[in-house]
């Protein structure tokens, strides 16, 4: 009977630990999936489309039989939710897909690092946040957000020598098979480098915005449904405008199908569950610290799939932009723990939404 409980105690101390790592898990797939359809040539228009569409379908009998709270919906306040859709995932995924078949799975993943740091440098600008550069906590944010920023472009547009340790395909290192090396390739690197950045500003924005309407319609799944429909409309009219050929909406049992499926059901449905049941339970610090786990994941693993050769400029740009994301985290923490002592209470909600920056991605 000790053993048992001993057993269960254990399990729940390190259940969330699991739970984050399998999240990590799924997005590492989300952008190792994503890069493999749109190579095979996708188009990325049409896989939003589809990815919003299971997206919503997932989502739906969640709204409707578990969310308990049922706010009355305005026409106002519906063509709001529209809007935000429009500005934030319609506007972030169309770019992500785009970039993403520019440059790699890997520096998809690197990326996303930085949407923690997007969001609170909006939110500054939108006054949502406050920063006090005289305090430590203070100082920490802002050259968090700096160094962050700085190690996503240096991943981009630094590569240097390649490391031979990890150079499991030695005949290639010469070819240069990432897009970045080839000279007739540059500008699409840099043009997909820099859409990618847009489409995590994009997203970051999406999730500033998520603070006022939740005060106005707090049924948290219902509103999520809501903007995964809307977004599923709004990218069927971008697709339709951009991609006129019938075939390119075809959907067969392949790579394309699984891939959308993937997106749709499992990251939006699963891993929204995890992380709300995690943040519930060590709150939303905890969750970003994990999010640097799916970039490493990604680049091993798209080194054995599409021979990406990882160099030393890229790793620099990492360790970069992940101290500089352990600083803002580390400055934002600061700040709770003061709040608590010196108010005796938790932040307001809005500070958590702008943190739970990877739950919606």
């Known amino acids: 009977m000790i053993s048992i409980l001993r057993n269960a105690e254990v399990m729940e101390k390190y259940s969330s630990y699991a739970a984050m790592l399998f999240v990590q898990l799924i997005y590492a797939g989300m952008a190792l999936l994503s890069k493999a359809a749109i190579a095979k040539g996708m188009n990325p228009f049409v896989f939003v489309v589809y990815r919003q569409a299971f997206a919503t379908i ?4 969640f709204a409707f039989f578990f969310d308990s709270k049922n706010p009355s919906l305005s026409y106002k306040l519906l063509f709001r939710i529209f809007l935000v859709s429009l500005c934030g995932l319609t506007l972030s995924l169309n770019l992500y897909y785009v970039a993403i ?12 690092n930085t949407i923690p740091v997007l969001t609170f440098v909006l939110a500054i600008f939108f006054r949502l946040e406050r920063v006090s550069i005289r305090k430590l906590h203070g100082m920490a944010k802002v050259l968090g957000s700096v160094i962050s920023v700085s190690g996503a472009l240096v991943f981009a547009f630094v590569k240097g020598p390649p490391i031979k340790l990890m150079n499991w395909y030695p005949e290639t290192q010469n ?13 699409k690197w840099i043009k997909g480098s820099l859409t990618m950045l847009a489409a995590n500003t994009a997203w970051s924005l999406w999730l500033v915005m998520q603070g006022p309407i939740m005060k106005q319609y707090p049924a948290k799944i219902r509103l999520t449904a ?3 429909f809307f977004s599923c409309i709004q990218s069927a ?3 339709i405008v951009a991609e006129r050929n019938p075939s390119a909406w075809k959907l067969g049992w392949d790579l394309h199908l ?9 990251v939006t449905g699963i891993t929204y569950w995890l992380q709300v049941w995690v943040i519930e339970k060590k709150g939303p610090v ?3 610290i994990f999010t640097p786990i799916s970039l490493i994941v990604t680049a091993i693993f798209s080194a054995f799939l599409w021979k990406e050769t990882l160099r030393w400029g890229s790793v620099g740009g990492a360790v970069l932009l992940v ?17 608590v002592e010196t108010n005796g209470q938790n932040l307001d909600a809005k500070e958590e939404i702008i943190l739970e920056c990877i739950t919606h991605h």
């Open 323 to 339: 101290t500089g994301l352990y600083g803002v985290l580390w400055g934002k923490k600061k700040e709770e723990k003061m709040s």
């Open 101 to 112: 078949n520019y440059t790699t799975a890997t520096f998809a993943a690197a990326t996303t």
């Open 226 to 228: 809501l903007q995964c």
């Open 286 to 288: 905890f969750t970003a």
């Open 258 to 266: 699984l891939s959308v499926a993937y997106c749709g059901l499992i």
């Open 58 to 61: 997932a989502l739906a009998p």
């Open 237 to 239: 009219c971008w697709a």
């Open 175 to 187: 070819q240069s098979p990432d897009p970045s090396m080839q000279g007739s390739s540059i500008e």
